[in-house]
T-cell receptor, first 112, second 112 residues
């Protein structure tokens, strides 16, 4: 099956930029996603990128996609303490039905 | 407001008992999903349904059962055959155009 990998922890100082990296295996994925999870809650979509794009910017968020290396990154500019959460990279696997495959999640700690 | 509603938020069960987790959506989405989340392991797919009266096993379906009699509802039963049922369970539905998943707030099941 398909696999999505990401590092488990990242710690940054408030005001710095955070970069969360992810690698995936399914080159046929049409969309790639970043979800955010607050403690004890469900996930919420932060942003997504089409597979035919290299970059997408949305306010403080920048997503970079390197299709050759199957590498996806999420940059958060001017990181705030409210950004502390778990960030999940995800891709869609199409095997007769659409299934979203998630990485293990990167826990972002923001130090004041 | 449109969204996904899961209940109960917390559930305690004795070993050998079946329990059913409720998931309701009013987003008019065809596809619905159940994920299990354990610390450090991300989300693992239990069952998914692309349309009413049809569902497929995910990666960890053993010990679980589902039904999809109505578009709005996708309940999950955790049976006594599930060896390690203590976990955080997340229900989601998917937007057809982008595949974006909309999650409920989760149900935390603890087996005593």
């Amino acid at each position: 099956g398909e696999d999505v990998e990401q590092s488990l922890f990242l710690s940054v100082r408030e005001g710095d930029s955070s970069v969360i990296n992810c690698t995936y295996t399914d080159s046929s994925s049409t969309y790639l996603y970043w979800y955010k999870q607050e403690p004890g809650a469900g996930l919420q979509l932060l942003t997504y990128i089409f597979s035919n794009m290299d970059m997408k910017q949305d306010q403080r968020l920048t997503v970079l996609l390197n299709k050759k290396d199957k590498h996806l990154s999420l940059r958060i500019a001017d990181t705030q303490t409210g950004d502390s959460a778990i960030y999940f990279c995800a891709e869609i696997e199409n095997t007769g039905g659409f299934k979203t495959i998630f990485g293990a999640g990167t826990r972002l700690f923001v130090k004041a | 407001d449109g969204g996904i509603t899961q209940s109960p938020k917390y559930l305690f069960r004795k070993e050998g008992q079946n329990v059913t987790l409720s998931c309701e959506q009013n987003l008019n989405h065809d596809a619905m999903y159940w994920y299990r989340q354990d610390p450090g392991q991300g989300l693992r797919l239990i069952y998914y349904s692309q349309i009413v009266n049809d569902f497929q096993k995910g990666d960890i379906a053993e010990g679980y059962s589902v039904s999809r009699e109505k578009k709005e509802s996708f309940p999950l039963t955790v049976t006594s055959a599930q060896k390690n049922p203590t976990a955080f369970y997340l229900c989601a539905s998917a937007a057809a155009n982008t595949g974006e998943l909309f999650f409920g707030e989760g149900s935390r099941l603890t087996v005593l």
